[in-house]
Every structure is written in C-alpha cells, then in structure tokens.
C-alpha cells in the first residue's frame, strides 16, 4: 500500500535539489492542508474526550490523574500543531528565497482568499477577532452554565487576567502590524524612483527604436534585473516581518490559553482556514465554467424566470 506523500518529504526534496521552486511548493501547500485537516479532527476529538471526562461528576484521586494526563495529553497536541505552522513558514521562508513574488501572489490560493491577504498571509490581528468572535459563540451557547456558576472551560469561560493579556497583545501586535504596513507603503512608492522612471524610459526608447535584441537591449536587460533585485529584496524582508509576526501571534495566544482553550482556538483557526480555501476554490471553479462557457462573457440573455 503506498504511503501518501507529506509536506516534509516535499521540503526535504527542495533542500536536495538546492533551488525550490513554485510547483513544489504548491504540492508542500496541498499536502500541508491535508496534515491540518488531520489535525483538526485530532483536536475535535480531544475537546469532545475533555467534555466526557469533565462532565462524568466524579472527583476521586484516580480520576483526577487522569485529567492530568489528559492535560498533558492536550499540551502534547498543542504542541504538535503549531509545530505545523512553524513548519509552514520555514517552507515559505526557503522559497521566498528563489521567488517572492510568488509568494506574494500565490497561485495555489482562491481569489477569495487573495483579497483578505496581507502581504502573502492573513493578518495578524485577525486571530484576536477569531478568537473573540468563538468565545462569544461559546458564551451564548453556554450562557446558562455561567450564570450558574459553573466553568465551562472552554474560551467562553475566559478570566479577567486572560483577558488584560490578550488586550495587551492584540495592542502591540497592532502596533507591529502597523508598522509593517508603513513600512510596506514606503517600498512600494520606491517603485516610481527615479532609477525606476530614468530605466522605464530607456527600455521604452529601445523598444521603438527596435533595438530591444542588440547588445544595447542586452545591456539594458540587465539593468532592468540590477535595478529590481532591491525591490524583490526588500519584499523578501518585508515577507519574512509579517510571518515573524503572524506566528508569534499564534503562539502568544495560544500561550495565554489554557490547554483545553488553545484546543478550541487552533479548531476555530483550522476550520476557518480550511473552509475558506475551500469555498474560494469552488467559486473559482463555478467562474470559470462561466467564463469558458459558450457566451460566458456575461453578454448572454437570461433566461426568463417564472412569474
């Protein structure tokens, strides 16, 4: 029986051929999905087992170990998980290495996707709004528990001292996030310098002198990849900010967390990532049957609706 192929072999086979390229990395991507789809069924297991073992009412000293080893358990898994997610953004950090545009504009993503990036992923901010858009799912579903007095546990159940922190962190993850986006704004306007408008005008004049393959062109294609490779660099940099940042945002969250928590955030995070990739792609998928469609350019006449 073969063994389907994961992400790691996929970086372990870009690490030996020394040049990563796209079509690698987007076969590390899919295989990279599948690994989290399975981990999210691993954590959905875990938070239906804790729920089991918190509600079967019993308190004697045997029980209570196996609530520790099942915390311990929890921990182990965490763990695993954001493993995956560091393991993400090496890849990404090796291939922007050989073409950051590309992972600037990733191909293996939906267009829906595409329009919520932030410079090549989410943003980091979001995970604050992820996580208080799922406490406040659990607490209305959980409201009656609460009121009684009882924990839930899970991230309805959030303490006052949980709570400064994570407001203390979504405050300078904002900060940092803002700053990248300055930072980002400053680099693009380098792309109107004057280096960029003198080169754009001697290109422009050898082409409509017909002199783009003499030597001369040669000369000014060379000027051309001398002059963007700053430009690519500084994107690279700019890259390598924000996934610094979208990954210690995660784990500080996640560090804030309880274990059983962090379970409940990585399982919103997950199905949040997942479904949206998977809409996009269903979407561009009904876009383009249209577009291909005979007399998918939109100009077709609807058909008419019952009355």
């Known amino acids: 029986m073969s063994v389907a192929p994961s992400s790691a072999s996929f970086m372990a086979q870009a690490t030996r051929n020394g040049t990563p390229e796209l079509e690698t990395f987007h076969k590390f991507f899919e295989c990279w999905l599948v690994e989290q789809d399975q981990h999210l069924q691993q954590l959905i297991s875990a938070s239906r087992n804790n729920d089991d073992n918190n509600n079967d009412g019993a308190t004697s000293e045997s029980t209570q170990q196996q609530r520790s080893e099942n915390r311990s358990e929890l921990r182990l898994l965490i763990d695993r998980v954001v493993q995956h997610y560091e393991q993400y953004y090496r890849a990404k950090s090796r291939w922007a290495k050989e073409d950051v545009l590309g992972m600037l504009s990733p191909t293996w993503r939906s267009t829906l996707e595409d329009a919520f990036l932030w410079i090549g992923g989410w943003r980091p901010s979001m995970a604050f709004h992820l996580l208080y858009s799922k406490s406040g799912l659990q607490l209305e579903a959980k409201l009656a528990e609460l009121i009684r007095g009882l924990s839930t546990?899970?991230?309805?159940?959030?303490?006052?001292?949980?709570?400064?922190?994570?407001?203390?962190?979504?405050?300078?993850?904002?900060?940092?996030?803002?700053?990248?986006?300055?930072?980002?704004?400053?680099?693009?306007?380098?792309?109107?310098?004057?280096?960029?408008?003198?080169?754009?005008?001697?290109?422009?004049?050898?082409?409509?002198?017909?002199?783009?393959?003499?030597?001369?062109?040669?000369?000014?294609?060379?000027r051309v990849e001398s002059t963007l490779a700053p430009k690519e660099e500084g994107l690279e940099d700019l890259l390598h900010m924000a996934d610094d940042l979208r990954l210690r945002t995660l784990k500080g969250v996640v560090d804030i967390l309880t274990p059983i928590q962090a379970v409940h955030f990585l399982i919103a995070a997950a199905e949040l990532h997942l479904r949206l990739h998977e809409w996009g792609k269903k979407k561009d998928a009904m876009n383009n049957r249209y577009h291909h469609a005979p007399g998918g350019d939109g100009s077709t006449t609807q058909p008419n609706l019952p009355s």
């Open 153 to 222: 546990g899970d991230l309805a159940d959030l303490s006052p001292s949980q709570l400064i922190q994570v407001d203390e962190l979504q405050k300078s993850t904002i900060k940092e996030e803002k700053e990248i986006t300055e930072k980002l704004a400053k680099h693009q306007e380098t792309v109107a310098d004057s280096s960029m408008v003198e080169l754009s005008h001697v290109v422009s004049e050898l082409l409509r002198s017909g002199s783009s393959g003499s030597a001369a062109g040669d000369e000014a294609d060379e």
